[in-house]
């Protein structure tokens, strides 16, 4: 016993000094030669045509699927193809055996798309057409899919067996077109039989045991007509992948996704990292395209930009020459092929088409998306109360504060230290007295401990993930020594999971107490890779292997779940989880992980999180200040500049580091610093309304400078400027120095507005700033309404009944548009019609407020109406005005009343009108013209 309890503290000590050694240790991670299934895939030469092909007279459409039976002229083992069509144009390719020795994994469907992936809205048969003819002496099947906003058409040839997506004609994308399908069918396993490592592999000091044998796939994708590709989230890659064949520009690893815990993270890199999301666009001045490739097991993504995509006679036929296409490999180890392929023809588009098979990210609370304080770890209740008290004191509005695992009696999840944290209750209620909230470390490692009611009790119910033996309990070490990992795959552990986080079962926990999931790729620190051994046991016998990218996720949805269920009626759970999965952003926020206070980190926190918006990611941040190490002031204060605009907006730090809560820098370092986080809290009307836009439409709330402004090629590789909305450019200051000086592109036939100083730049324009520390640059778009509160609290729970000011940024053309959502912040009531939404306009020198069309009248929204009927407007700033005017003329409800305008320094330059309290209510209908 004292012999292991030796050896697990030695392990905690090497794995914490590796976080101070301050460097990946790259020989913990696979490279793709050294994962078998990736280098038996990836030695496949690409160029060659491609030995399966579609057994003769299986080709069929019925319904909205054409399917046939493909095989590999050695091994004669039919693969069923099914290429469904659904009714936004997208497809789903599915590929697995005919026959199956055994079933293979393919629930991932069920934890991600909508309605478990059944039922989802399939084209109307009649609407689907196959032709079949032979051309070249090549026999090939095209349906068409034509209504009366769709054309477009898959091709699908025999031999061998590819597929085209043509989008009016054109073929857009292609799979097998370079030869690279492989599916390696399950089989019978012959005495001694372990060529290539297909039946056992060692990775260091651990065995692969592989019951099953090889049974990974992999398939070509090829973007034709586009040399950029975005997305594939989670990696330190810049915004814009970069090849990975050996290519000196790039790579010469495939992207990996498979979550893992890695220490040390370093940047522009294509090893995984926490997170999975195998969701990729494809964009070219004329269209954007997108693919998800839904499988959870370890997969691998190359990614080639090519000249010319024609292998066959016939594509060589029907593609134009040498066209510019990005190839893309695909490489899973377990499960079945479904992959789906969105037509566009543009991002909100595919996002549209997105939504239509998997659920849009729900609206979270008010507060998640203030500023969060963390730690690891405010030692105790005094720490916490002090903390908060010196917010106040500093004037920094702030909404949550975090507890680490040291708030915990011994790393045992929902307990606390009893000496440090002797009363957490009172402790939350001082901090909801102030408008404040706590969250809870959550991880999901048990520690094995009889005495621990949580571990004995999920071990008597049997709910930890298995050993491969599939009896005993899955055993391995972290932070609390040895552990179990309850299995978020068993309906049973989920269900109990969920009770966990209950008020009853929490003890100390109240509704004002929220949760962070850490740890949950899972992290395994004695385990191959530092996670679970792919042939330990979940729930249904399946491998762990087979739902790797899964696990983390569905940790984050039982607490998700137990928390929204806690209180009758519910409200909106509140969970940061650091592994995620496509579907995740269903369950709460995201973050980057273990970065590093580094100028480097900083810079490259905007890509990461450009390209978790890109996949659908959008509530995530970079820890701010970076964990590891300590930050100089300069750095850190600019990074609160920059990190006031991530979504999820969290100041963290290892345990190691040096208090930097941003009072202890002093001036002016302080006042830098405060003014970010009350910009933050000033537009988080703006960031309130964007989450809403995301929840109805799906669009990233921050996004890709390219994303805007689709044809402005030389926009295409930009990832320091990003947009926030389609309102707001930030330019961040992301190198050491206190003047700096920032070239800045202002894109198209646009005003853009300096959102400090109000002064205006008429696009296109490129244009160098001068920089001290004190100044960030943002600018508003002209054309925009930007909705805020200026008034300073302690917190967003405070802010609930302030008055509105609206920033209004004058086209060129004289006009402006914005909107303006408002719920009560935490329950469902808003889908009964409790909130207020409306849509602001600005034309021919009038402002208008109207109700937007889906303001719906019912029982909620009157009683939420009614408690928000003295919110008004207290403000109206209108900036680029071409002639100054001085009175302006208010109706609402009938009535007319004339007032007069101030200017704040008008100057040809600075063009700011104020209207000083128009007051005009934010739920009536009014307009205001100025004379
Ligand atoms: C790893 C997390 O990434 C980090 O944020 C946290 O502070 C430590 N685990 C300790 O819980």
Excluded at 292 to 316: G, M, P
Excluded at 326 to 332: G, N, R
Excluded at 764 to 769: A, G, I, Q, Y
Aim: charged share 25%.
């Amino acid at each position: 016993m004292l012999h292991r309890a030796i050896f697990f503290y030695l392990a905690v000590a090497v794995v914490l000094l590796a976080q101070v050694a301050q460097a990946v240790k790259r020989e913990d991670f696979k490279t793709c030669d050294q994962a078998s299934f990736c280098r038996r895939h990836r030695q496949l030469s690409a160029h060659t045509l491609s030995r399966y092909s579609a057994i003769e007279g299986s080709v069929r459409l019925e319904q909205h699927t054409l399917s046939a039976l493909v095989e590999h002229s050695d091994d004669n083992v039919p693969l069923r193809i099914d290429i469904n069509f659904l009714s936004s144009g997208t497809i789903r390719v599915r590929g697995q055996e005919d026959a199956p020795l055994v079933p293979r994994f393919d629930d991932t469907q069920r934890y991600v798309l909508r309605n478990e992936g059944s039922r989802l809205p399939y084209a109307a048969p009649h609407e689907l057409q196959l032709t079949s003819e032979t051309a070249d002496g090549q026999r090939v099947h095209t349906v068409s899919y034509t209504n009366s906003s769709l054309d477009i058409s898959v091709r699908m040839t025999e031999q061998p067996w590819t597929l085209t997506y043509l989008r009016e004609g054109r073929p857009t994308m292609q799979l097998n077109t370079k030869g690279l399908f492989k599916f390696e069918h399950l089989r019978g396993k012959s005495d001694g039989d372990n060529v290539d490592d297909e039946w056992e592999e060692t990775f260091r000091t651990w065995t692969d045991t592989k019951p099953r044998g090889p049974e990974s796939f992999g398939m070509d994708i090829s973007f034709v007509g586009y040399k950029h590709v975005y997305g594939i989230p989670e990696h330190t890659s810049p915004l814009l992948l970069k090849p990975t064949r050996g290519d000196s520009s790039g790579y010469d690893q495939p992207y990996r996704l498979y979550n893992l815990d890695v220490f040390e993270y370093e940047i522009d890199n294509p090893m995984s990292l926490y997170g999975s999301v195998p969701f990729m666009l494809a964009h070219s001045a004329e269209s954007t395209v997108g693919v998800l490739w839904l499988n959870a097991a370890e997969t691998w993504v190359d990614v080639t930009y090519a000249k010319t995509n024609a292998i066959t006679s016939f594509f060589r036929r029907s593609s134009s020459g040498s066209e510019s296409t990005v190839d893309t490999h695909w490489i899973s180890e377990s499960g079945v092929m479904d992959v789906f392929l969105f037509p566009g023809p543009d991002a909100a588009e595919v996002y549209r088409q997105y939504a239509e098979i998997e659920e849009l990210p729900p609206l979270p609370r008010d507060f998640a998306i203030g500023h969060h304080q963390c730690r690891w770890n405010y030692i105790d209740e005094g720490d916490v109360l002090a903390v908060s008290d010196k917010m106040h004191e500093h004037k920094i509005p702030y909404d949550v504060i975090w507890l680490d695992i040291e708030h915990t009696d011994g790393k045992r999840y929902y307990t606390w230290d009893a000496s440090k944290f002797p009363n957490p209750l009172a402790m939350q209620e001082k901090l909801e007295h102030d408008g404040h909230k706590l969250v809870t470390v959550v991880d999901p490692h048990i520690k094995r401990d009889t005495s621990y009611c949580v571990w004995d009790d999920a071990n008597k119910q049997g709910l930890f993930v298995k050993d491969k033996d599939g009896s005993s309990n899955f055993q391995g070490w972290c932070w609390p020594g040895d552990s179990n990992w309850v299995d978020s795959l068993n309906p049973d552990a989920v269900e109990w999971l969920r009770k966990q986080y209950h008020l009853d079962k929490y003890n100390g926990s109240s509704p004002n107490l929220f949760i962070w999931n850490d740890m949950n790729e899972p992290a395994v620190f004695n385990g191959p890779e530092i996670t679970m051994n792919k042939d330990a046991k979940h729930h249904g016998g399946w491998e762990h292997r087979d739902v790797h990218n899964l696990y983390g996720m569905l940790y984050q949805k039982a607490a998700a779940e137990g928390l929204r269920t806690r209180e009758s009626p519910n409200k909106r759970p509140f969970v940061l989880s650091r592994s995620y999965f496509v579907g995740s952003h269903r369950y709460g926020a995201i973050w980057t992980g273990d970065n590093t206070a580094s100028w480097e980190h900083l810079r490259a926190s905007v890509p990461m999180i450009l390209s978790n918006n890109v996949a659908g990611m959008h509530f995530v941040g970079a820890d701010v200040g970076g964990f590891f190490g300590n930050p100089d002031s300069m750095l850190l204060t600019r990074w609160y500049q920059l990190g006031m605009w991530y979504p999820f907006f969290r100041a963290h730090a290892h345990i190691d580091t040096k208090r930097r809560e941003p009072w202890i820098l002093g001036e002016p370092y302080l006042n830098y610093i405060r003014d970010a986080i009350r910009e933050r809290y000033r537009l988080l009307p703006y960031w309130y309304t964007l989450f809403r836009e995301a929840s109805l439409t799906g669009m990233p709330l921050v996004r890709p400078m390219w994303m805007e402004f689709p044809k402005e090629e030389s926009l295409f590789g930009e990832d320091s400027a990003f947009m926030v909305g389609s309102a707001i450019m930030v330019v961040p200051v992301t190198e050491s120095g206190e003047q700096q000086s920032v070239d800045i592109f202002f894109p198209q036939q646009e005003e853009w507005y300096d959102m400090h100083k109000g002064i205006g730049h008429h696009g296109p324009l490129r244009r160098s700033f001068s920089v001290g520390l004190a100044d960030t640059l943002v600018f508003a778009r002209g054309g925009s309404i930007i909705p805020t509160r200026e008034r300073q609290r302690r917190s967003s729970a405070l802010m609930k009944q302030d008055p509105f000011t609206l920033h209004i940024y004058v086209s060129r053309a004289g006009t402006a548009t914005g909107r303006l959502y408002v719920d009560d912040g935490e329950t469902y009531d808003y889908e009964d019609g409790a909130f207020i939404e409306r849509e602001l306009a600005f034309s021919n020198a009038t402002l208008v407020s109207r109700p937007s069309a889906r303001t719906i009248s019912s029982v909620a929204r009157t009683t939420f109406a009614k408690s928000m009927a003295r919110v008004r407007i207290e403000r109206i700033i209108i900036t680029g005005l071409r002639s100054p005017t001085t009175m302006a003329t208010v109706s609402e409800d009938g009535k007319e009343r004339q007032i007069q305008l101030g200017y704040s320094g008008y100057s040809a330059d600075n063009t700011e009108c104020v209207i000083r309290d128009p007051a005009v209510h934010i739920n009536s209908d009014w307009e205001i013209t100025l004379s």
